[in-house]
């Protein structure tokens, strides 16, 4: 296994009774540690580097404290967990890795809320486009979380150098995401259409994509897409490895950045699925 993971024990020191919890991501680490994966430990983003992304207005408030929603509570110092896991997505562009922190990102819009969306979903920063934006790179974001992420397509709407890809669950929080606008690519799917649907139509978006104005993949990787969990499509943990073959086979640079997915075991054993099939691992 050569992708290494990029985690810190400090991502786990927030929110305790929210289903964004710690719990998701620390018994993945312990299952990703039981099977031999190698650990990076990441830096904490600039505010520099969060600002190739959001307004000052934002960060200021994020810093402060003054950011809270219904879904997205305002944790003491939520700006310096947010940093760390952006630093995260910075760490794992750089080596080709897989960011495993909390919290997510793909939410986070330029100034909070995206695309008139009332609420944050879990996030504060947006990882994956803090670390598009640092490479600046001609980039596919493919965005396999079960929500659409909505701050991802905010962000980078009209961005020549980027391309979005989203499959996720419609009708379903945050209600965005229902067609395609110029390059962002979106495909809703219904609940639980399962393995052959989802597979079928991330095979007709990668078909859509100019991959020669493509010099890095850079997964949003959400695992609620998982049966039974937040917006389930009905996948199951032999469903990633077929999305990381996919993923292998574009034959890219690419990097992860975990976004969603509520069960910390269940999480372990399909990043584990993904990578090895993105490794070409049995
Ligand atoms: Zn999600």
């Known amino acids: 296994m050569n992708t290494r993971i990029v985690f810190s024990e400090k991502c786990l020191g927030y929110g305790g009774f929210h289903i964004e919890g710690p719990q998701r991501v620390k ?3 312990e299952v990703l540690k039981e099977k031999g994966y190698e650990f990076l430990e990441p830096e904490a983003a600039s505010e520099e580097d969060l600002l190739r992304v959001h307004d000052h207005e934002y960060i200021w408030n994020l810093k402060k404290g003054l950011v809270e929603d219904p879904d997205t509570p305002a944790y003491e110092n939520i700006y310096e967990f947010a940093r760390l896991s952006a630093g995260g997505a910075l760490l794992a562009a750089k080596v080709n890795g897989f960011s495993l922190t909390r919290p997510p990102g793909h939410h986070a819009g330029r100034s909070g809320a995206a695309l008139g969306v009332y609420t944050r979903g ?3 920063v947006n990882n994956i486009a803090v670390a598009v934006k640092a490479l600046g790179k001609q980039a596919l974001i493919l965005d ?3 929500h659409h992420g909505n701050g991802t397509q905010e962000i980078f709407q009209g961005d020549e150098k980027v391309t979005y890809v989203s499959l ?7 209600g965005t995401g229902l067609a395609s606008e110029g390059n962002c690519l979106n495909f809703p799917l219904p609940a639980d259409c399962g393995e052959g649907v989802f597979l079928e139509t991330l ?4 078909g859509m994509v100019d991959l020669g104005n493509v010099e890095v993949v850079a997964v949003s990787a959400g695992f609620d897409t998982h ?3 937040l917006a389930s499509l009905g996948l199951t943990e032999k469903s990633y490895g077929k999305i990381g073959f996919r993923i292998r086979a574009l034959r ?10 509520y069960k910390g075991e269940q999480n372990g054993n399909d990043i584990d699925q993904l990578l090895r099939g993105f490794e070409g691992r049995p």
């Open 27 to 29: 018994i993945a680490h």
């Open 122 to 124: 879990f996030c504060y």
């Open 144 to 146: 396999v979380d079960g």
């Open 168 to 174: 996720h669950r419609f009708p379903h929080y945050p």
């Open 203 to 206: 095979d007709r978006a990668l």
């Open 227 to 229: 049966k039974g969990d």
């Open 252 to 261: 890219k640079p690419a990097f992860f950045v975990l976004e969603g997915g």
